[in-house]
């Protein structure tokens, strides 16, 4: 079992910066990859970023080059670096993670990230 806490979240006006956290805990050998999704009000989850363990990222095209995505391994923590947000980055952000092909995928409680015009 892997228990996901987030933290960062807030309101923020456009060009700001927030930083999310997201610490894991529980039993657990290794986490592989980790990550964050957002769901916005009448939209379906998405990816925003997502890292491996050896550090291979992934980006949303929508966040590329505004977001940046971190990991520290002896911590079990990810973060999420936004910068210039913009009004669409408003969203319930969700912290992800996957230790085993065979283990079900782990999930935050959510924080939200609320961009203001």
């Known amino acids: 079992q892997v228990q996901l806490v987030e933290s960062g979240g807030g309101l923020v006006q456009a060009g700001g910066s927030l930083r999310l956290s997201c610490a894991a805990s529980?039993?657990?050998?290794?986490?592989?990859?980790m990550g964050w999704y957002r769901q916005a009000p009448g939209k379906q989850r998405e990816l925003v970023a997502a890292?491996?363990?050896?550090?291979?990222?992934n980006y949303a095209d929508s966040v590329k080059g505004r977001f940046t995505i971190s990991r520290d391994n002896v911590k079990n923590t990810v973060y999420l670096q936004m910068d210039s947000l913009k009004p669409e980055d408003t969203a319930v952000y969700y912290c992800?993670?996957?230790?085993?092909?065979?283990?079900?995928?782990?999930w935050g409680q959510g924080t939200q990230v609320t961009v203001s015009a």
């Open positions: 529980g039993s657990f050998f290794s986490i592989n990859d």
């Open positions: 992800h993670a996957v230790t085993s092909p065979l283990a079900p995928d782990y």
């Open positions: 890292i491996s363990s050896r550090g291979r990222t």
